[in-house]
T-cell receptor
Framework: QKEVEQNSGPLSVPEGAIASLNCTYSDRGSQSFFWYRQYSGKSPELIMSIYSNGDKEDGRFTAQLNKASQYVSLLIRDSQPSDSATYLCAVNEANFGNEKLTFGTGTRLTIIP | DGGITQSPKYLFRKEGQNVTLSCEQNLNHDAMYWYRQDPGQGLRLIYYSQIVNDFQKGDIAEGYSVSREKKESFPLTVTSAQKNPTAFYLC???????????FGPGTRLTVT
């Protein structure tokens, strides 16, 4: 069973600080990695995709991937109260042409004003 | 507007009844997916389809059925055989090769 692990939190971060969310995965052959944001009662929203080792920046968000350590992280700079949500890590399995995502259980982030 | 629609937003049914949840997309995406989310838990894959008239079971397919007669539509039927059907049901779609899945707003099903 392929697994994606996240610390469930809650993670509390002061407004303006950097929030760091972490995720590990078990399938060494995974090639694509995603971060979703889910507000309470709403559906997940894709916020970052990363495919290569290293960092990928998009505005206040930076995704970091280390395939050797099977680790992917999301940094949120200058955290805002609107960033308070559950963040889901997802890893793409692409076996024999079947593409599907395995999701972690999510980390609940609270930004404290 | 392009997007994924799910209807209804809230659905209430009595135990023993089958119920069908709608999912439609006008993004011209090839693949469509159904997930279930229970409180405080991650998403679990029920069924997925990468091409019309073909679909595969996910991790928790028992008690569910799907069809994919049109590229735009992927309805999910929750049958009376599903032991704990009360949950938040999410439909997603993607362009094959990207892995990026985009979600509809979800249907919250309550069975009593």
């Amino acid at each position: 069973q392929k697994e994606v692990e996240q610390n469930s939190g809650p993670l509390s971060v002061p407004e303006g600080a950097i929030a760091s969310l972490n995720c590990t995965y078990s399938d060494r052959g995974s090639q694509s990695f995603f971060w979703y944001r889910q507000y309470s009662g709403k559906s997940p929203e894709l916020i970052m995709s990363i495919y290569s080792n290293g960092d990928k920046e998009d505005g206040r968000f930076t995704a970091q991937l280390n395939k050797a350590s099977q680790y992917v992280s999301l940094l949120i700079r200058d955290s805002q109260p609107s960033d308070s949500a559950t963040y889901l890590c997802a890893v793409n399995e692409a076996n024999f042409g079947n593409e599907k995502l395995t999701f972690g259980t999510g980390t609940r982030l609270t930004i404290i004003p | 507007d392009g997007g994924i629609t799910q209807s209804p937003k809230y659905l209430f049914r009595k135990e023993g009844q089958n119920v069908t949840l709608s999912c439609e997309q006008n993004l011209n995406h090839d693949a469509m997916y159904w997930y279930r989310q229970d409180p405080g838990q991650g998403l679990r894959l029920i069924y997925y389809s990468q091409i019309v008239n073909d679909f595969q079971k996910g991790d928790i397919a028992e008690g569910y059925s799907v069809s994919r007669e049109k590229k735009e539509s992927f309805p999910l039927t929750v049958t009376s055989a599903q032991k704990n059907p009360t949950a938040f049901y999410l439909c997603a779609s993607s362009i094959l090769g990207t892995g990026e899945q985009y979600f509809g707003p979800g249907t919250r099903l309550t069975v009593t």
